[in-house]
């Protein structure tokens, strides 16, 4: 069980401090999934994010309990226990783990021959050119790494400290993303858009950055944040250094009970509808398959795609490389989550929510597919099933 201090202010105006620890459970199960069985886990329930220095960034600031050192057996524990439920998918929420602590933890697990698929974060460090680290990481079932970007441009970076050697870190980026790729390990990028004083040019190198990671790497995937001011953030109690000119509480400061408050800086809210079509245009690169009437936004549709969690099955899929030399015939089944539809040319547009992949076929094909099960015995179709196969379309259910 974690725990934590719960503080209040009654009616008179006073602030209460319980003199007791409330207690929560530490797993947030979640056993809806039609494939699996995971779990969102804080493996490290007493540790900040290790750098924990950037100004815009108030999470931290929130937890009670604090410690320095990071406990290996207390994390490998709680990996046990999950392993002794059967439930061989968990992310991992802690805010940011050091590479040499996450490499220590793969170790506990090949060493112990886990069979896991799990999803972690960190942030962009030179340590990670190492490829002992990734490598034994990859071999633990690590599929996805979340590392904090932000940003593009130098003098952001520096505005936000988000590292100790801002050049360094920016020098290092590619060569970081391609160890992790050789490994086929996915990895994603946060950026922060509207930071104060970020000028258009700043900001268009943000994107334009993203877009061309994006269109090299295919197992790249980034979002767009708008900056929002946190009241437990350095950006707000020095509010008046980066500046901004006016910040609005909705009530007096000793009765905000909120995280975000409204906030004022000349140079980015007056481009207020540029940040949000900078955003919706960023993130439509990303989804070219997103229909253009839809009613949720882009980013909207993202964080509801993050929460369910769906990039943890997206790699459990059997090889396509492999079909060919293992079976003459096969069968294959396709995921019931597909969406599809038609298009005003007579096409049908199949849609896969778990990668945001699509593929366009014509009306034959698409009721081919719509079987429940399909024997593929015609190798002309082949070039077809593999692209479904690596797309992660269909499966294999049986081989012959």
């Excluded at 004022?264 to 900078?278: C, T």
């Excluded at 059997?318 to 060919?324: G, M, N, R, T």
Aim: net charge neutral; with cysteine.
């Amino acid at each position: 069980m974690c725990s934590e201090i719960l503080s209040y202010k009654d009616y008179n105006g006073s602030v209460n401090v319980t003199n007791t620890k409330i207690t929560y459970p530490k797993y947030d199960f979640n056993m809806s999934n039609i494939f699996h069985k995971y779990v969102n886990i804080r493996l490290f329930p007493k540790n900040h994010c290790y750098w924990n220095q950037c100004t815009f960034c108030g999470i931290n600031n929130k937890y009670l309990d604090y410690s320095a050192t990071w406990n290996i057996e207390d994390a490998w524990c709680q990996i046990s226990y999950l392993e002794n439920k059967n439930i061989n998918y968990f992310w991992s929420i802690d805010e940011a783990i050091p590479p040499s602590i996450l490499y220590q933890l793969a170790q506990k697990m090949n060493n112990n021959n886990c069979n896991f698929i799990w999803h972690t974060r960190s942030r962009l460090d030179p340590e990670w050119i190492n490829e002992d680290i990734i490598k034994e990481l990859a071999i633990s079932g690590l599929t996805q790494i979340r590392l904090g970007f932000e940003s593009a441009s130098i003098r952001i970076l520096k505005l936000m400290n988000k590292h100790e050697n801002v050049e360094e870190v920016m020098d290092n980026i590619e060569a970081i993303l391609e160890l992790f790729f050789k490994h086929q390990i996915r990895v994603h990028f946060p950026a922060i858009i509207g930071f104060p004083t970020e000028t258009i040019y700043e900001r268009e190198q943000t994107i334009n950055y993203l877009k061309k990671l994006k269109k090299k790497y295919p197992l790249f995937s980034y979002n767009v944040n708008i900056l929002e001011l946190d009241i437990s953030s350095r950006l707000y109690k020095n509010w008046d250094k980066y500046n901004i000119t006016q910040i609005n509480l909705p009530c007096p400061l000793n009765d905000f009970m909120g995280n975000i408050i409204r906030w004022y800086e000349p140079i980015v809210h007056s481009a207020i509808p540029n940040l949000e079509q900078a955003r919706r245009d960023a993130m439509l690169s990303q989804y070219t398959w997103y229909p253009k009437n839809a009613l949720t936004e882009p980013h909207i549709f993202y964080r509801l795609y993050e929460s369910g969690r769906y990039m943890l099955y997206s790699t459990k899929i059997p090889d396509a490389a492999k079909v060919e030399y293992n079976y003459k015939n096969f069968i294959v089944k396709k995921f019931p989550d597909l969406v599809s539809w038609k298009t005003q040319l007579g096409n049908y547009i199949t849609y896969n929510p778990r990668n945001h992949h699509f593929y366009e076929c014509s009306e034959s094909v698409y009721n081919l597919f719509n079987d429940e099960n399909i024997l593929i015995d015609d190798m002309s179709y082949f070039p077809l099933i593999k692209g479904l196969l690596q797309n992660k379309f269909i499966y294999i259910c049986e081989g012959r």
